[in-house]
């Protein structure tokens, strides 16, 4: 086997490793752009022990937070610049 053909060889299997690991990156990557994704969403498990209904003092406390939206009843300040 000549200088050249050993050259080569060795040339490609530096290809071929090249390949495979930026196959792995990318494959990494992607898996970790799927767990870091902001819309992602975090799913958590229940241990055994808990409970999932809440006790009548907690649901009162909830519902007793009164919230309202309505439109704001002043007008809003607008200042205008006449030269």
């Known amino acids: ?9 060795r040339t490609g299997g530096v290809k071929r490793a090249l390949a495979v690991l930026a196959a792995a990156g990318l494959v990494v990557a ?12 975090v799913r ?7 409970s999932s209904t809440a006790t009548s003092s907690e649901s009162q406390d909830e519902s007793s937070d009164d919230f309202s939206i309505a439109p704001s009843t002043s007008q809003p300040q607008v200042q205008t610049h006449v030269s």
Do not use: F, N
């Open 30 to 41: 992607g898996a970790l752009a799927r767990v870091t994704h902001s819309g992602h969403t």
């Open 44 to 50: 958590t498990s229940r241990t055994a022990g808990s």
């Open 1 to 9: 086997m000549s200088r050249i053909e050993s050259a080569r060889r």
